[in-house]
Each structure stands twice: as C-alpha cells, then as structure tokens.
C-alpha cells in the first residue's frame, strides 16, 4: 500500500483546510486510518483516527475542530481543518493499519505512512 498526502499550505488563524489522503496498491477498507503531526522539535504525534466502521477519535487539542473521515470509494481518508491556531503547525502524515478499531496502538503498529505534507499556521 503506498498512500500519498497532500493539501497542505499556508494558512491564517482561524482559516480551514483539508488534507487527503489517497492510497493505491490496496483498498483501504480493511484498515484503521489514522493522522499524526509532527511540529518542529516534538515527537510525532497522533491527532485523529477512523475506524473501519467509520467511529472517529480525536485527540488533545484538535477536538471540535477537526473531522476525520473516509471515502472507501475514492481509497481516500481526509482530515478537514477548521479554526486553525499557529499551534496546529506541523508536518502531517497519514497512516494505515490492517485493523478494525481506533484502540490505542503504539504508533509502530501502523504499517503504512504517507510522506507528509505541511501545514503552517500564521497569527
């Protein structure tokens, strides 16, 4: 499976945005999907899950702002992005893994990633 982000930019506080997230090689009905971001100097960390059933997590900060979701269709997962804060800066990457539910995994456990794309959030 490879998967491929994009839909990163530049944006202003309290701007939204959307990334995509599109896989070839496999249908990704059959994984968890998942966003993670890194900001300079942090640990890479996990921000939003779907389910295969399409339950979403969203975690820390990101609650009611951002939306997780996915379109079996298009082998697509999104992350939609609003009331954005200079704090959500980071590079984002989407993950996948041969699972059902948004337990909590060690981020070892997704076995594909995307390549990341970043998102910069002016004040």
């Known amino acids: 499976v490879q998967l491929q982000a994009s839909g990163g930019g530049l944006v202003q506080q309290g701007d939204s945005l959307r990334l995509s997230c599109t896989a070839s090689?496999?249908?990704?009905?059959?994984?968890?999907l998942a966003w993670f971001r890194q900001a300079p100097g942090e640990v890479r960390k996990e921000v939003s899950c779907?389910?295969?059933?399409?339950?979403?997590v969203n975690l820390g900060s990101v609650s009611g702002r951002f939306t997780i979701s996915r379109d079996n269709a298009k082998n697509t997962v999104y992350l939609q992005m609003n009331n954005m804060k200079p704090e959500d800066t980071a590079v984002y990457y989407c993950?996948?893994?041969?699972?059902?539910?948004?337990?909590?995994?060690?981020?070892?456990?997704?076995?594909?990633w995307g390549q990341g794309t970043q998102v910069t959030v002016s004040s």
């Open positions: 779907i389910a295969r059933d399409g339950t979403t």
């Open positions: 993950a996948a893994d041969f699972a059902y539910y948004c337990d909590p995994r060690a981020e070892s456990e997704y076995e594909y």
């Open positions: 090689g496999s249908s990704l009905d059959y994984y968890v």
